[in-house]
Structures are given as structure tokens and as C-alpha cells.
């Protein structure tokens, strides 16, 4: 299985296209990335992802594969060498789904609501809910982690990559709006694990420092006021 025939077709600033890279980065796996701009989409993004028409998208040889949870069970199932992604106990595994699941469907719709969010007031209310929904993924942590240093044992897993992937818009989130996310007082265990994860080899060189996710966000804003004066 040749892995020179890999692309990702994504954008730098994705956190769901970063997830894909620190998958296949976790597994030493060689790809091309392929940056889309998401105002002129591509052929290639429209032709291998025509349902939904986002990123990220996977072309293993001439298979494309949509959605980053998927595209990284496929890239587990895929490449079978160590270290696995998914834990091998089927228990194990449907755990990791179901936190994984949750991250997505209850916890970064939190993190839209702060983008949307107006005055200080209304950015503290979620700033408390998304605290507050952090607290059974710390729980999750102390169990899925056996004291080890992720949520995947030794080394990253199925969470981790999950919700590893917003780390660094977490940081640029608290340079632009002074909220702060993880707390130590209520998530002590996510705090430590946060800075392990950016921290490690294989996701370092994916998620794109706070300053530069500053700045990709400020033209992204003065972009839209622009495009809603006229």
C-alpha cells in the first residue's frame, strides 16, 4: 500500500483537517497536503466530497473518504501498525466513540455559541457552559487514561485527536476575547493533558501557533464586515 498515493485536501487552520494530519502523523504515514480555499472551492474537493462539500477529505489512491472521525477510524483500520488509535478492547473502543461523539455533537457547538456570543455577559454564559461540559470529559480522562499521559494510554488516541484538535484555536481564543476555557480549578487533569498534547511530536508541527490563528481569524472577520457593507 503505497503511501505516496495519499492527499488531504483541507486548510491549515481546520482543526477537523488537523485531526487527519496527527492521525496520519501518530501512524508515520506519507501524504500531500492540498490547502483549499473555502470561498473558491476546488474541483477536486466538489468531485471527492460532493454530499457535504467540506473539509477534510482523504484521497487514499483514488478513493476519496469525508468526515475526520471516519477518515481517522479509516486511517486506524488502515495502517495496522503501532501505536493503534483505537483501543483493540471492543469496550474500550465504543467508549472512545462515544467521547469522541460527544466532543462534537455537545461541546464544540459550545465553542460556535462563543464566536457568536455578544457583550461580555453573553460570553461569560458560555464560557460557564463550556467549562461546565469539560468536566465529564476530565472525568473521562482519570479513567480512559489509567494515569498515563493521554486519554489514549502512552500515546495519542482516538480522544486526544478528537478534541486535541481545538487546542490551539482555545489559545487564540483567550489572546482575542481574554476566555479562558480549561480551567485549572475544575479540569486539572485536561489542563496538563492540553499542554502534553501540543507538546508532542507527532501534532507540534500540525496545529498552527495562537498567534498566526489570531491573525487568519482577524482577515476572516474583516472579510465578512466587508462582504455585509456591500
Not at 499521559?149 to 502512552?154: C, L, N, S, W
Request: proline share 5%; aromatic share 8%.
Amino acid at each position: 500500500m503505497a503511501e505516496s498515493t495519499v492527499k488531504v485536501l483541507g486548510t491549515q487552520a481546520s482543526p477537523f483537517a488537523n485531526r487527519v494530519l496527527i492521525a496520519l502523523s501518530v501512524k508515520s504515514v506519507d501524504y500531500e497536503f492540498i490547502q483549499e480555499d473555502m470561498s473558491n472551492k476546488s474541483e477536486l474537493l466538489l468531485k471527492s466530497n460532493p454530499v457535504h462539500k467540506k473539509i477534510p477529505v482523504l484521497i487514499h489512491g483514488d478513493k476519496p473518504i469525508s468526515e475526520s472521525l471516519v477518515i481517522v477510524q479509516y486511517i486506524d483500520e488502515t495502517w495496522t501498525n503501532a501505536p493503534s488509535i483505537l483501543p483493540s478492547d471492543p469496550h474500550d473502543r465504543a467508549v472512545a466513540r462515544f467521547w469522541a461523539a460527544y466532543v462534537d455533537d455537545k461541546w464544540l457547538p459550545l465553542m460556535s455559541d462563543l464566536g457568536k456570543a455578544q457583550g461580555e455577559e453573553a460570553k461569560a454564559e458560555v464560557q460557564e457552559k463550556l467549562q461546565h461540559a469539560l468536566v465529564p470529559l476530565e472525568e473521562a480522562f482519570v479513567k480512559c487514561s489509567k494515569e498515563k499521559a493521554f486519554f489514549g494510554g502512552d500515546n495519542i488516541g482516538y480522544i486526544d485527536i478528537a478534541l486535541g484538535c481545538i487546542l490551539g484555536w482555545i489559545k487564540a481564543i483567550k489572546i482575542m476575547l481574554g476566555v479562558e476555557i480549561f480551567d485549572v480549578t475544575k479540569t486539572p487533569g485536561l489542563v496538563k493533558w492540553a499542554d502534553r498534547f501540543l507538546a508532542d511530536k507527532d501534532v507540534k508541527d500540525v496545529i498552527l501557533e495562537p498567534e498566526k490563528l489570531v491573525e487568519i481569524l482577524k482577515l476572516h472577520l474583516a472579510k465578512r464586515e466587508a462582504a455585509n457593507a456591500n
